[in-house]
Each structure stands twice: as C-alpha cells, then as structure tokens.
C-alpha cells in the first residue's frame, strides 16, 4: 500500500521534472541569441527530458508490455539524439559556422539583441600618453 504510493510519487516527480526541463529547454531554445546555444538548448528537449518523462511513464505502467516498449524507446533517443546533435554541429562547422567568442552579447527584456561592446578605448593601449 505504501510501496503504491512511494512509486506513484516517483513516477510523477520524474514526469513533472522532464516536463519541466522541456519546457526550459524551448525557452531557451527561442530566447538564445545564437545557432551553437540553441542547439545545446534543443539537447537538453531531447536527452534530458523526454527520457525522465519516459522514465516516469514506465513507473506508471509498471512491469507490463508497455514498460519494455517505452525501455526501448528510451535506448532509441539515447542513441539517436547525441548523434543527431553531433552531427548537426558538425554539418554547421564544415559549413563554416563557427564560434565567435568575441562577440558579447544578450537579449533584453524587449527579445533584441543587445550588444555589448568589449573593445579598448583609443587612450588605453598607447605608452607614454
């Protein structure tokens, strides 16, 4: 009776932190500014959180049919989603999308861009001034 309701708990815990993760991970995915952040975004949807609401699902479904196919499911995105996501990356770096670390910037309040500007000041690299 108890054990019932221990698993119950379990199981919607791991549903509720992958809908959770999911839902930052969409977040993020339109809020980043640029192509490397929001595929790391679009990562976390895919590993992190469709496997914890599986995981949930199966505790659900207890020792049944269901939870063998859902297991399998599981290995699927396992697998699959790292590599797809590697090779994603990889396509966009032969491509010639690279990382420009120089380039600071965030996205305000109003969902623009706003750039911040590193660079020195004409007085501050020169000796003697």
Do not use: C
């Amino acid at each position: 009776m108890i054990i019932d309701y221990f698993f119950e708990i379990l199981s919607w815990i791991s549903i509720i932190l992958g809908s959770f993760l999911i839902l930052l991970g969409a977040i993020g995915f339109f809020r980043f500014p640029e192509f490397w952040s929001r595929l790391h975004a679009a990562s976390v949807i895919d590993s992190g959180g469709m496997i914890l609401i599986i995981v949930g699902m199966s505790i659900q479904a207890g020792l049944t049919l269901v939870t063998i196919k859902l297991i399998f499911i599981a290995i699927f995105l396992v697998i699959t989603g790292p590599t797809a996501t590697h090779a994603i990356a990889n396509a966009a770096m032969i491509s010639g999308l690279g990382f420009d670390l120089t380039r600071k910037s965030k996205i305000g309040l109003t969902g623009k861009i706003e750039e911040r500007n590193n660079k020195k000041t004409s007085s501050e690299g020169k000796v003697g001034t």
